[in-house]
């Protein structure tokens, strides 16, 4: 069992960074691939992103490439997910989510833990 918690969202302006960070407990961390997803109003969820076990590579949707950074620290067992030049657009509930692979992609079925999410607001 992993657990996951995520922390950082909030209500921002335009243009403005953020980033989300989240906390996993439970079986060894750097096991995982960790992505990030988002779920705006009325809308499906959708991949953001995601990092392998080892930190050395990352994915991202063509939405946000070039504004959001995956990262990892295996020694604190977080995530992070740097959102830079925030849009109204961006506004959604986050979530990160856990994969048991060393890679994981942008299908939800690949992930078998998920954080409660948090919430991004951006104002325009």
């Known amino acids: 069992q992993v657990q996951l918690v995520e922390s950082g969202g909030g209500l921002v302006q335009a243009g403005a960074s953020l980033r989300l960070s989240c906390a996993a407990s439970?079986?060894?961390?750097?096991?995982?691939?960790m992505g990030w997803f988002r779920q705006a109003p009325g809308k499906e969820r959708e991949f953001v992103g995601t990092?392998?076990?080892?930190?050395?590579?990352?994915t991202y949707a063509d939405s946000i490439k070039g504004r959001f950074t995956i990262s990892r620290d295996n020694a604190e067992n977080t995530v992070y997910l740097q959102m830079y030049s925030l849009k109204p657009a961006d506004t959604a509930v986050y979530y990160c989510?856990?994969?048991?692979?060393?890679?994981?992609?942008?299908?939800?079925?690949?992930?078998?833990?998920w954080g409660q999410g948090t919430q991004v607001t951006v104002s325009s």
């Open positions: 439970g079986r060894s961390f750097s096991d995982y691939a």
């Open positions: 990092i392998g076990w080892g930190g050395g590579r990352t």
């Open positions: 989510a856990a994969a048991p692979w060393m890679e994981a992609g942008p299908q939800e079925y690949e992930y078998d833990y």
